[in-house]
């Protein structure tokens, strides 16, 4: 692995995220513990989730520049979320990281990265 690179550019840069939202979010819609949060229009959902993404992972700050501060934990605070609803966010986007095709240790990496994040927003026991 490339450790000077970011991980934006690891995951592909812009089509890299864009795949791996694409993938991610069929996967969510389906999951009986997390499906129901989201709104059946997703389009939106999914753009915010690439803007953020892109950022996160060293990228353009695309989400700070159109919506502010990520603040994402108070924007998760509307949503029940537990323990069990941050692991099949998780799982969810490691079935979405295998599909796109990403390489195992990058992608347990990621599932690494994005784990502290997932269960911060945790609000519901």
Partial sequence: MNYRASLYELLG???GIRRLVEA?????????LIG???PDNIEPVMEKQYMFLSQFFGGPSLFSDQHGHPM?????????????KADA?????N????EVGVEHELRL???ERLSGP????????
């Fill in 95 to 98: 079935e979405a990281l295998i």
């Fill in 109 to 111: 990496f990621v599932i």
């Fill in 36 to 38: 129901p949060l989201f």
């Fill in 13 to 15: 840069g812009d089509e």
């Fill in 72 to 84: 994402m934990r108070a924007r998760h605070m509307p949503f029940p979320i537990t323990h069990e």
């Fill in 89 to 93: 966010w998780l799982a969810c986007m």
């Fill in 118 to 125: 997932a269960h911060h927003f945790v609000n519901t026991d």
């Fill in 24 to 32: 991610f979010y069929p996967k969510v819609q389906k999951d009986p």
